[in-house]
């Protein structure tokens, strides 16, 4: 079965202070994690994604994740908040089907407040 | 390089009426995505096309939803008759191929409120 939790719904960091989104799934597959992060009035856009290649990934804006096996997690990291980092971030499983296509589920977000 | 339009991009309807929404992905994308995003959710997986086939459709309510993706390229969703809980943004994305992998780029979506 595919699932994915993101474990808060809304975290609030100070500006210039670490920011952890937590993000844990489950999947039958060797899957394919993602972050989106989704701007007010603004499309979806990658963050970074884990496709069993190296452990740790590295994404736009200084943002990285650790994709940990044992723990089904895939947590979302970046040493100094921005205030631009304010935003809803989604962590999306996805696992390969038959004839090459994809199953895709996306978590319910967590809504990033960065307080000046 | 242009990105995925989606258009119109606000619609309001009384309940019991039809509405369409269009998208038109990335030049190239074979895969093409809906999603439906309620308020306060995560985007749902509605129905995803592989050039001009349906490969999954498992959680597009097919009594009143219906999607089609002529020669491959366009897509529109049409939802009749709107109920109240189809208020909600519906997201077209797309992505080069079809693996589990590939990056899904997304519209700007329409929001849709029904009443």
């Known amino acids: 079965a595919q699932s994915v939790t993101q474990l808060d719904s809304h975290v609030s960091v100070s500006e210039g202070t670490p920011v952890l989104l937590r993000c844990n799934y489950s999947s039958s597959y060797s899957p394919s994690l993602f972050w989106y992060v989704q701007h007010p009035n603004k499309g979806l856009q990658l963050l970074l994604k884990?496709?069993?290649?190296?452990?740790l990934v590295k994404g736009i804006n200084g943002f990285e994740a650790e994709f940990k096996k044992s723990e089904t997690s895939f947590h979302l990291t970046k040493p100094s908040a921005h205030m631009s980092d304010a935003a809803e971030y989604f962590c999306v499983v996805s696992d390969p089907l038959s004839g090459g296509y994809q199953k895709v589920t996306f978590g319910t977000g967590t809504k990033l407040q960065v307080i000046p | 390089e242009a990105g995925v339009a989606q258009s119109p991009r606000y619609k309001i309807i009384e309940k019991r009426q039809s509405v369409a929404f269009w998208c038109n992905p990335i030049s190239g994308h074979a895969t093409l995505y809906w999603y439906q995003q309620i308020l306060g959710q995560g985007p749902k997986l509605l129905i995803q096309?592989?050039?001009?086939?349906?490969?999954?459709d498992s959680q597009l309510p097919k009594d009143r939803f219906s999607a089609e993706r002529l020669k491959g390229v366009d897509s529109t969703l049409k939802i009749q008759p709107a109920k109240l809980e189809d208020s909600a943004v519906y997201l077209c994305a797309s992505s080069l191929v079809r693996t589990s992998r590939e990056t899904q780029y997304f519209g700007p979506g329409t929001r849709l409120l029904v009443l």
């Open positions: 096309f592989q050039n001009n086939g349906v490969v999954d």
């Open positions: 884990y496709t069993s290649a190296a452990t």
